[in-house]
Structures are given as structure tokens and as C-alpha cells.
């Protein structure tokens, strides 16, 4: 056999496989999906007044989440959280008191997330959005206000084969407070809130179902 056809069938035999070199699908940090979680979702300090100072009660609460990919490594996600078990709550000294009755406080959320490594399962995003109360604050009689947040959130996915995975949410919330009654309350310069949720995530997608890596990182 020809020294010059040994060395060709040497170098195939050493080769790796074109599908290995070239995967037919680079996984993504992030995949079409939803996600519905529930959890709990405590708030900061609002605003003071001339009987103390006013927040929302800690409530359970529901998350609904989505996301879509951006680049390889990074994504955009949309998160609506609603508490609708809170109070307004008024801090005094010796003690704190809950007023009138259960109001809801909704929040939504826009932030870009991103994996130190594609298959990695945690994850960071930052974004922003707005707080709310839908219903009448006991304190004014009116309703509530519409706050701006800034957001950042703290994920953690169970695993990230197949259709379905858990995922863990960490949200903090620093907030613009805003007044409901400027001549008699006066906005903190910034309140925090934060919530943590439990849920299960679907993906979606002709490859949502596949196990493994599905390519290189």
C-alpha cells in the first residue's frame, strides 16, 4: 500500500466525527418558555406620616414569567407578580398596625438575563419596571400609586434537559417611593422589596424535549 494512502487512512481513523466538530444545535443560556411559580413577597418602607410610617404587609404570592433568547448566552425576561393577600401597614413606635382590608399589590418586570456558561444553571438579570396596588389604601381613601423599581433577579433551574425543569426566583426590587397625599406623607428616598418563588418552567421549541447539551459551549 502506497506510504502517501497509509498516512490519509491514518488521519481518518484519527479524526473526530463531522457531527462531533459541528453539533447541529449550540444550546442556549436561555429558550422560549414559561413560567408559573408561587411564593411569598415582602415590602419596604413607603411613606411616613403624622401617625408613623407606612408600608404593605408581607403576602403570598403568584409569579408568571417568560423568556425568549437574545444571544448565546443571554436573554430577555418578562415577570408579572401578584400579592394578593397584603395590607397597608403602619409602623409606630412600640408596635405596628394593619389597616382596613386585604388589598392587592401587583408588580411587572422587564430585565436581560445571562449564564456565565450556557449550560449553567444559574442565572442573573437586570431590568426595571413598576409596583402597584390595585385597591383603595386605607390611609387616604384613594387608590394606590404607581411606583418605578429598578430589578434584579436570581434564578436557579433544576436541570436543563428535557421539556420541563423547576426553577427558583430571587427578586429584589429597589424602589421609587411615591406619595399617595403630598401635603400630609412624605416618599422614602428608596424602598426594597423582594420576593422568592417556586414554579415549574416549560420550554418550547422543536428541541425543547431534547436531553443533553445539545452542542458545544
Known amino acids: 500500500m502506497p506510504p502517501r494512502l497509509v498516512a490519509v487512512l491514518l ?4 479524526a473526530r466525527p463531522a ?3 459541528f453539533p447541529e444545535r449550540t444550546r442556549r443560556a436561555f429558550e422560549r418558555s414559561i413560567t408559573g411559580a408561587a411564593g411569598i413577597t415582602s415590602f419596604g418602607n413607603r411613606v411616613t406620616g403624622p ?11 403568584l409569579t408568571a414569567e417568560g423568556e425568549v433568547p437574545v444571544t448565546r448566552r ?11 393577600l397584603s ?3 403602619l409602623d409606630v413606635t412600640g408596635g405596628s398596625t394593619l389597616l382596613g382590608r ?22 442573573i438579570a437586570l431590568g426595571g419596571g413598576v409596583t402597584s396596588s390595585a385597591t383603595t389604601l386605607a390611609s387616604t381613601g384613594g387608590r394606590g400609586v404607581t411606583e418605578p423599581h429598578g430589578t434584579i433577579v436570581l434564578g436557579y433551574d433544576g436541570r436543563r434537559d428535557g421539556r420541563a425543569n423547576f426553577r427558583v426566583m430571587f ?13 400630609t406623607y412624605t416618599a422614602k428616598s428608596m424602598a426594597l422589596d423582594w420576593s422568592i418563588a417556586l414554579g415549574a418552567r416549560i420550554r418550547f421549541g422543536r428541541d425543547a424535549g431534547r436531553a443533553g447539551d445539545g452542542g458545544a459551549e
Open 51 to 61: 401617625l408613623g410610617t407606612y408600608r404593605y404587609k408581607a403576602s403570598l404570592s
Open 171 to 183: 427578586v429584589q426590587h429597589l424602589v421609587v417611593p411615591k406619595s399617595p397625599d403630598e401635603s
Open 87 to 89: 395590607k397597608q401597614k
Open 11 to 14: 488521519a481518518l481513523s484519527l
Open 19 to 21: 457531527a462531533a466538530q
Open 74 to 84: 443571554s436573554g430577555v425576561l418578562a415577570l408579572v407578580t401578584i400579592a394578593p
Open 102 to 123: 386585604s388589598l392587592t399589590v401587583f408588580s411587572g418586570d422587564a430585565a436581560l438575563g445571562w449564564r456565565l456558561k450556557p449550560s449553567a444553571p444559574v442565572f
